[in-house]
């Protein structure tokens, strides 16, 4: 059974760093690419940044490019969101997800909130 489990968020002031983690199980984690994508409060999901464990290329939407950093540990089946230099319109429910086929998995979300 395809598990994700992301944890990581809380609250934070501007300019500061929060590290998400999905733990991951039930396939083989170093053929798929992992993404992470939020959610705010009235706005739809989007696509924050994604790591592909074939090759270890990477994606990151441009509104956080060069403040986030995705990676991943392929020995402990787990992805990481390092995130640094937070806005407050970073704040938003992080998830991570897992395409396999036409087949989305999502872990639960995690809520980061940045403000002073």
């Known amino acids: 059974e395809v598990q994700l489990q992301a944890s990581g968020g809380g609250l934070v002031q501007p300019g500061g760093s929060l590290t998400l983690f999905c733990a991951a199980s039930?396939?083989?984690?170093?053929?798929?690419?992992i993404a992470w994508f939020r959610q705010a409060p009235g706005k739809q999901k989007e696509a924050v940044s994604q790591i592909d464990n074939s090759n270890s290329k990477t994606y990151y939407r441009p509104s956080v490019k060069g403040r986030f950093t995705v990676s991943s540990d392929k020995a402990k089946n787990t992805a990481y969101l390092q995130m640094n230099n937070l806005k407050p319109e970073d704040t938003a429910v992080y998830y991570c997800n897992l395409r396999i086929g036409i087949q989305d998995y999502w872990g639960q979300g995690t809520q980061v909130t940045v403000s002073s």
């Open positions: 039930g396939f083989t984690f170093d053929t798929y690419v």
